[in-house]
């Protein structure tokens, strides 16, 4: 696997900038297991005062297609207070890495992911960006900077430019804990007022459960409460993935 050089990203990724793309998004990570299948669940629910609950679905099915390059399709469905579970789009996620694992201070990725909504007016939303990962001993850090936007919608649009950081302790492989955080910041050359930005965070559980015969489920949960007036009050997140 052809390896690049990361060191100089090693200072982004322990400093990450200071919203929430969807209450089921989750951090990303630049691992790639070659071979891998996994039939990936995810969810998640905010609340902003003043306004309708937002719950949001998705699974998927991914694939290690390469030693450095995994894909996965997935359907969508989100829901609103009062309105039933609808489907909300199609998305395909392509996750690339870059470096070999732990050969450098940083490990280093890649993500292209491109969702065709529902509603067509709302065109292609296509998001990319690095993804980064160290560690400490038993700490695991990552950070990633994303960029969002949607071509050939019926409105004109920007780039985005978001963010999502987890710490996590490794204290034993079927029970991790940490803190995640996630943001959106406007538009990526000019922010957005910091009451129009939105930043959550808040703890984490992780762990990963061996069935044999290669096969395990691995779970990660957050419970996030919203840093400033522009994000929603309080949200939950959950992802469950059937590796095998």
């Given amino acids: 696997m052809k390896s690049y050089a990361p060191i100089l990203v090693a200072g982004a990724l322990l400093c990450p900038l200071p919203g929430f793309a969807g209450p089921a ?27 309708p609950r937002e719950s949001a679905y998705s699974l998927g099915f991914g694939w290690g297609a390469t030693e450095w390059w995994f894909t996965e399709a ?12 609808r ?4 998305e395909w996620e392509n996750k690339f890495q870059l470096t070999e694992t732990g050969k450098y201070p940083v490990d280093v990725g890649f ?7 529902r509603d067509r007016a709302e065109g292609w939303e296509v998001k990319w960006g690095p993804l980064l990962q160290t560690e400490f001993g038993k700490i695991q850090l990552n950070g990633n900077i994303l960029f ?20 996590k302790y490794r204290w034993r492989p079927q029970f991790e ?8 910041l406007g538009k990526w050359n000019d922010w957005a007022p910091h009451r129009d930005q939105e930043h959550l965070a808040g703890p984490a559980v992780f762990g990963k ?22 994000s929603p009050d309080h949200g939950i997140r959950f992802q469950a993935e059937y590796e095998f």
């Avoid at 489907?87 to 199609?90: L, S």
């Avoid at 804990?177 to 959106?184: A, D, N």
């Fill in 25 to 51: 998004d989750y951090v990303y990570t630049p691992a790639v297991e070659y071979g891998e299948k996994e039939v990936d669940f995810k969810a998640g629910t905010a609340k902003k005062g003043g306004e």
């Fill in 74 to 85: 997935y359907l969508k469905y989100k829901r609103a207070d009062g309105e039933d579970t």
């Fill in 87 to 90: 489907y909300d789009a199609i």
């Fill in 111 to 117: 993500l292209v992911e491109i969702e065709r909504p």
């Fill in 148 to 167: 969002e936007r949607a071509y050939r919608a019926s409105e004109p649009t920007e780039t985005e430019l978001l963010y999502q950081w987890q710490v």
């Fill in 177 to 184: 804990f940490g803190v995640q955080g996630f943001g959106e």
């Fill in 209 to 230: 459960l061996p069935l044999g015969n290669h096969q395990a489920i691995k779970y990660n949960a957050a419970w996030l409460f919203g840093l400033n007036h522009g």
